[in-house]
């Protein structure tokens, strides 16, 4: 089932177009994690945090992603890390037009098996 | 700035297909929010949790609709509400497939100008 991973963790920058450019090379290499589908990459620098919502394709691979993100994190000293995993209500998501194009026809196909 | 909402709350259901059957007027009813582009609804059975990440046009609308959601959910008599307003990083985002045509469309109108 498409499973939503949200993250957000103490962050003292950079932050805008200087994260865009630091961390190019982390994004690409997100893009290999198993079961991932998009990141939407948080960030607030008044609140000094960072973050992320994450769609994979399971919530196996939603929890394995956040336990090696959290570990990745704190060897980079970041102290508070928030992490929760959704199930998504894929009826009202539709009624209010989200982007889950992927993650409809994942449950579409699972209903036909 | 397009400006992401995320909200979770302790929730002790209904959830899955009987929440979808319950909520289709309140859903219905949140696309007449004004700013709002879409709302991911979010569910953990397990962890008791109810929630959404929410897109919106600008972190004014953002913060309005929180305070007023906030309010209504506290009226419900749900006690821990947590919230938290993003910016969006476009460029890492973008890397990363998120599906975000309205919020990338907004800021390059507003970069022409």
Do not use: C
């Not at 959704?86 to 009624?95: G, R, Y």
């Amino acid at each position: 089932m498409t499973t939503l991973l949200q993250v957000d963790f103490d962050f003292t920058g950079p932050f805008g177009k200087e994260m865009s450019t630091m961390l190019i090379g982390l994004a690409e290499s997100i893009n290999n994690e198993p079961g991932l589908i998009w990141k939407i990459w948080t960030e607030n620098p008044k609140e000094q945090l960072g973050g992320g919502v994450y769609l994979f394709e399971s919530e196996a691979y939603a929890q394995a992603y956040l336990t090696m993100h959290a570990a990745r994190l704190k060897e980079m000293g970041v102290k508070e890390i928030r992490g929760n995993i959704f199930e998504i209500n894929l009826p009202l998501s539709t009624i209010n037009n989200a982007p889950l194009d992927n993650a409809a026809r994942n449950e579409v196909i699972k209903d036909e098996q």
